[in-house]
């Protein structure tokens, strides 16, 4: 469901997106947009002698597709059409490898709403990026300014 101000959103309340399947080509087009060739990712030979076993995906790029991924619920559902900015990132953890072939999905959760003014309130949201065994690979708070509903 759309939603239009802060006030249309209550503590509690979860998101979880759809999920999307991590590519080699997808490890190798970030390796190339960020220029971070790290062998973690880009060495077959490299990864296999790490405690993966294999290559992983970038943390940040795991974080960026995952933290997208929310917004195929649609653009006014975790952010209201009153969005003002991206307000902030806290407590950004990295807490599992993500493989190629790894399904990633996230689970989002308001846990505290912010008045700032009669204007703007700030939404703070706990996500957690899973993969498809449920696990949680990276989990952070989000915080979006937004503007407020003109009725009280």
Same mark, same amino acid.
């Given at each position: 469901?759309?939603?239009?101000?802060?006030? %249309? $959103?209550?503590?509690?309340?979860? +998101?979880?997106?759809?999920?999307?399947?991590?590519?080699? *080509?997808?490890? @190798?087009?970030? =390796?190339?947009?960020?220029?971070?060739?790290?062998?973690?990712?880009?060495?077959? %030979? $490299?990864?296999?002698?790490?405690? +993966?076993?294999?290559?992983?995906?970038?943390?940040?790029? *795991?974080?960026? @597709?995952?933290? =997208?991924?929310?917004?195929?619920?649609?653009?006014?559902?975790?952010?209201?059409?009153?969005?003002?900015?991206?307000?902030?990132?806290?407590?950004?953890?990295?807490?599992?490898?993500?493989?190629?072939?790894?399904?990633?999905?996230?689970?989002?959760?308001?846990?505290?709403?912010?008045?700032?003014?009669?204007?703007?309130?700030?939404?703070?949201?706990?996500?957690?990026?899973?993969?498809?065994?449920?696990?949680?690979?990276?989990?952070?708070?989000?915080?979006?300014?937004?503007?407020?509903?003109?009725?009280?």
């Amino acid at each position: 469901m759309e939603k239009e101000s802060f006030e %249309d $959103y209550k503590v509690g309340e979860k +998101f979880i997106s759809p999920g999307r399947t991590i590519t080699e *080509t997808d490890i @190798v087009m970030f =390796a190339a947009f960020t220029g971070d060739w790290h062998p973690l990712h880009t060495n077959v %030979d $490299y990864a296999a002698k790490t405690p +993966f076993g294999e290559r992983i995906a970038h943390g940040m790029l *795991t974080l960026c @597709v995952g933290s =997208a991924l929310i917004f195929r619920l649609g653009a006014y559902v975790t952010l209201p059409k009153s969005f003002i900015a991206f307000y902030g990132m806290d407590k950004v953890r990295f807490t599992g490898a993500v493989k190629i072939g790894d399904t990633i999905r996230c689970e989002t959760e308001v846990v505290e709403l912010q008045e700032k003014d009669d204007k703007r309130g700030v939404i703070v949201s706990q996500n957690n990026i899973k993969n498809q065994r449920g696990e949680d690979v990276v989990v952070y708070t989000t915080r979006a300014l937004v503007g407020r509903s003109k009725k009280k």
